[in-house]
């Protein structure tokens, strides 16, 4: 069975620190893994992976896929109170569908 | 920024009762779908849709849901005899390629009572 597995559940971090968000998949025809930010409804597109090794990155968000032990990491740099929301890894595996992981809660304290 | 529109943000619904979710997606993608989140849950794949046939569902959507895409723009999700257990987050995306970044609507939250 497809999954996607995300570490930890829930974080909670002050302003200015830097952290690092996990996902592990087991899927069958990988195509792309993407990171999402949910914060009060739909999740809002961050990153798309394909390649391993391939560092994407946007401002203090960069993340990184690894194709050979299945796993990805976001990482937020100088974290910000408007930083705090559910972070989402989902992969698009063979067809049409995504499977998502369950999310991980980020706190960020003033 | 072209966006994914939903309506209505929120319905409330009798047991027993149908319902038609509405979504309007980005005007030159070409895959639509339906994700659901039931409060607290994980975001669940439901279907997708390409070229106005369903291309894949999952084991959730059986015979009690059914999506269409009435004219050039709208696709609804009908749920026939809801159930306690449909209340969720109803999301619809859409995306111009298959397999990468889809762009979610801002959903429409099912209350079923």
């Known amino acids: 069975e497809d999954k996607v597995v995300q570490s930890p559940l829930s974080l909670v971090v002050h302003e200015g620190d830097t952290v690092t968000l996990n996902c592990s998949y087991e899927v069958t025809n990988f195509r792309s893994l993407l990171w999402y930010k949910q914060e009060k409804k739909a999740p809002t597109f961050l990153f798309m992976l394909?390649?391993?090794?391939i560092e994407k990155k946007s401002g203090r968000l960069s993340s990184i896929l690894d194709k050979k032990e299945l796993f990805s990491i976001l990482n937020i740099t100088a974290t910000q109170t408007g930083d705090s929301a559910v972070y989402l890894c989902?992969?698009?595996?063979?067809?049409?569908?995504?499977?998502f992981g369950a999310g991980t809660r980020l706190f960020v304290k003033a | 920024e072209p966006e994914v529109t939903q309506t209505p943000s929120h319905q409330v619904t009798q047991m027993g009762q149908e319902v038609i979710l509405r979504c309007v997606p980005i005007s030159n993608h070409l895959y639509f779908y339906w994700y659901r989140q039931i409060l607290g849950q994980k975001v669940e794949f439901l279907v997708s849709f390409y070229n106005n046939e369903i291309s894949e569902k999952s084991e959730i959507f059986d015979d009690q849901f059914s999506v269409e895409r009435p004219d050039g723009s709208n696709f609804t999700l009908k749920i026939r005899s809801t159930k306690l257990e449909d209340s969720a987050m109803y999301f619809c995306?859409?995306?111009?390629?298959?397999?990468?970044?889809?762009?979610f609507g801002s959903g429409t939250r099912l209350t079923v009572v």
């Open positions: 989902a992969v698009s595996a063979g067809g049409f569908k995504t499977i």
């Open positions: 394909t390649s391993s090794g």
């Open positions: 995306a859409s995306s111009g390629t298959g397999h990468y970044g889809y762009t």
